[in-house]
């Protein structure tokens, strides 16, 4: 989407805004005219993304975040509100993948209920007091990152994929809720992207990932960002609650 003006004078809230998909959605917001604060637990990360935004004189803030954590949710969000006026537009992008993968009789506790707390916990919250303040100006769009997992099954990996399952149920029950208060709840389900968390697999890895993708490739964090940036935006003005595969075709096969 080339329009620069598109969301001038929008506040937009990104979580996980340090790296990957959060990074390139608040670089593509801040290009497209909007002032982003960048939430992240990564500080480095988080003012990383914030220089090259500001490298190309783009508006942003960093704000640090564990979206696990009430407290610090809603003090990042406040903070939007109180730099730029508002949440016009908000990107829930944080998460992990299960830090052990196994089969769910071998997988760790632990390792699930961190995956939970994060990935759906982290977007209930976020959403929770995201919601709080779209309500006060009547109007708003939250673009959830799920995940092709959210839809399919994956192996060895019960944790993350009931996490992105969780998040679409979020995103469905929050935009029937909001539907009549001018707010718009989406979400976004990536296919494999070329990201931090896959850069360090190896070609013999890589190889069947891409091979499954019908379009013999993996996405750009770029192709979800546009993507985030039209769901967002006035152009996406009768879309809500939908569910959108970014994937290359994964989830048709």
């Known amino acids: 989407m080339s ?25 593509a917001f801040a290009a497209a005219g909007a002032s982003v604060k960048v939430a992240d637990i990564d ?29 610090e949710v809603a003090q990042a969000v406040k903070s939007c509100v109180t730099d730029y006026g508002g949440v016009q537009v908000a990107v829930n992008s944080a998460g992990i993948v299960d830090p052990e993968p196994a ?7 632990a390792g699930f209920d961190k995956v939970i707390a994060i990935n759906l ?16 100006q009547g109007a708003g769009s939250i673009v959830n990152i799920s995940s092709d997992a959210g839809l399919v099954g994956v192996y060895d990996m019960a944790g ?24 718009r709840v989406n979400a976004i389900c990536p296919g494999v992207i070329e990201t931090p968390i896959n850069q360090g697999l190896s070609p013999e890895l890589m190889q069947p990932v891409i091979a499954g993708h019908p379009m013999g490739r993996i996405g ?30 994964y989830v048709i096969r």
Not at 103 to 109: L, N, Q, T
Not at 121 to 136: I, N, T
Not at 223 to 235: F, G, H, V, Y
């Open 220 to 249: 750009v964090p770029s192709e979800i960002a546009d993507a985030a940036l039209w769901l967002a935006s006035p152009k996406a003005s009768f879309a809500t609650g939908v569910a959108l595969p970014i994937d290359g075709g």
């Open 3 to 27: 329009d620069v003006s598109m969301f001038k004078g929008s506040a937009v809230f990104v979580t996980g805004g340090g790296s990957g998909l959060g990074r390139a959605c608040s670089i």
């Open 121 to 136: 916990r982290g977007v209930y919250l976020s959403m929770r007091y995201e919601l709080a303040e779209m309500s006060k």
């Open 103 to 109: 089969p769910m009789a071998e997988s760790v506790v």
């Open 160 to 183: 993350y994929s009931a996490s992105k399952h969780g998040v679409l149920g979020l995103t469905k029950a929050a935009a029937l809720d909001y539907a009549q208060k001018g707010i």
């Open 43 to 71: 500080s480095e990360g988080g003012k990383g993304t914030v220089a090259e935004i500001e490298n190309f004189g783009g508006v942003a803030s960093f704000v640090r975040c564990d979206v696990s954590d009430e407290n």
